[in-house]
């Protein structure tokens, strides 16, 4: 058809954004640290302890230098699970970058009770930032946790998300202590029963 308008790209394409399907976009500053190491060494000799000394201004401002590596390859959009979501919301918002946040609820968290919280409050923030469901894993979190999780995704209807079968250990672990593989366990506790996903997934 002829157009009133047309422009030379010049051999470039105009086409949606790309999504970012999981991140942990402030991690940027852990990029080739001991990278490697075997996954839960690495977490637990060199993420977790480095972790727990991020202030929320330190999210605060990785998470805009993780925004500025995701435009400058064309991601429009990310889906999170990390730290300090109150100064991570604020951060997207302030740069004008669409997220969704995934709570990622484990043995660490000393209140479970602000996952609720998170979710009426994320959901209802701005137009740029929404919130999921979401536990890091089954290996970071007790059943009565992961309980409490599938209540709420019963109660709000919601989907829920979760490091998944990442490493042999991790099945072998889950095997050993429930007879199940993560993803045979998930799904019969009810995990998924509105739907959700695994993240990773090697060694399903």
């Not at 918002?93 to 043995?107: E, K």
């Not at 989907?159 to 045979?184: A, F, N």
Request: aromatic share 14%; with cysteine; hydrophobic share 35%.
């Amino acid at each position: 058809p002829r157009f009133e308008r047309e422009i030379d790209l010049k051999g470039n394409v105009i086409m949606p954004g790309f999504k970012n399907a999981h991140t942990h976009t402030a991690m940027v500053l852990f990029r080739s640290l001991a990278d490697d190491m075997e996954l839960h060494s690495w977490l637990s000799n060199q993420i977790w302890p480095n972790e727990a000394k991020m202030t929320g201004e330190d999210v605060y401002h990785l998470t805009k230098l993780g925004i500025m590596e995701y435009l400058s390859s064309g991601i429009t959009a990310s889906f999170d699970m990390y730290l300090k979501n109150d100064f991570y919301a604020r951060a997207n918002v302030d740069a004008g970058f669409r997220t969704v946040i995934c709570s990622g609820m484990n043995n660490f968290d000393a209140d479970i009770t602000n996952i609720e919280r998170e979710y009426q409050k994320f959901n209802n923030y701005s137009e740029l930032v929404s919130y999921k469901l979401g536990i890091h894993g089954e290996y970071t979190t007790s059943m009565e946790r992961m309980e409490y999780m599938i209540s709420l995704a019963h109660k709000y209807k919601a989907p829920c998300y979760t490091h998944m079968s990442e490493t042999k250990s991790e099945v072998d672990g889950c095997i050993e202590r429930y007879g199940l593989t993560p993803t045979q366990l998930l799904a019969k506790i009810g995990f998924f029963d509105y739907g959700g996903g695994g993240f990773h997934c090697v060694w399903v």
